[in-house]
């Protein structure tokens, strides 16, 4: 008997499991439409509501039961416990908080749930999100050089302290220092934005504003371990 693994809904993955064990989370909706799952005959992760017909007995006539997604809460039925709503299918158990969502919200057209997968982001909005993200860190980047903007505008006014070992005018070994300790804390800004952002929450406020979430390709979210890796193979 094959075992399973999930993507849980606060992104940890769980398994080995039995077969019954991944129905049961799906029931209690820990498993959801589009949470990934594997086991050993899948190539890859794949989203749940594409395979989950094969946890229940196939019909008197050898007929596999028919699942869907419901529209509402995105949790797997059978088909037999599914109202239709239009294109959607909503559980039974939700009918009357979908119908007072839909009084409240006004909303008339849903499509089928089984199209929410996960979806890569594209180039644009990677764009924005970085530019987002630049915008954030571009106060902390002017604060840290102040004293280099400061020994770069009263240079002329700083008298040479020469020596035998320091040939260079003062204000020019100001600018140098400061110059570089600026360069490292405007790193270590950068790395401590996108290392505790991205490990806490799963992305940084660029990623949040466009609602993207960083995560493996099985769904579960990366460590602070990862996160530091992933800004570091980044960089030039």
Not at 205 to 216: D, R
Request: proline letters at 5%; one cysteine or more; aromatic letters at 12%.
């Amino acid at each position: 008997m094959a075992h399973w693994y999930f993507t849980a809904n606060d992104g940890t993955q769980v398994g080995p499991v039995e077969p019954a064990e991944i129905r049961a989370a799906s029931e209690r909706g820990d498993v959801l439409g589009a949470s990934l799952v594997w086991r050993e005959e899948l190539p890859q992760w794949v989203p749940f509501h594409t395979v989950a017909a094969d946890l229940y007995e196939p019909g008197e006539d050898g007929t596999p039961v028919e699942i869907g997604v419901c529209a509402h809460s995105d949790r797997v039925y059978q088909r037999s416990d599914m109202v239709e709503y239009g294109d959607a299918l909503i559980g039974l158990e939700h009918k009357d908080a979908f119908v007072q969502s839909l009084m409240e919200s006004g909303e008339t057209d849903l499509s089928d749930a089984t199209e929410g997968v996960l979806i890569y982001v594209g180039f644009w909005w990677r764009v924005l999100s970085s530019t987002i993200d630049y915008m954030v860190k571009l106060i902390p980047t002017y604060i840290c050089f102040i004293p280099y903007y400061v020994a770069a505008f009263a240079g002329g006014g700083i008298e040479a302290q020469a020596s035998e070992d320091m040939l260079l005018p003062g204000f020019t070994v100001a600018m140098a220092i400061s110059y570089v300790v600026g360069l490292i804390l405007v790193t270590a800004i950068s790395i401590f934005y996108e290392t505790w952002m991205t490990g806490k929450y799963g992305g940084t406020l660029g990623k949040m504003a466009i609602g993207a979430v960083v995560v493996k390709p099985d769904g579960v979210r990366l460590s602070y371990k990862q996160s530091f890796i992933r800004w570091l193979v980044k960089k030039p």
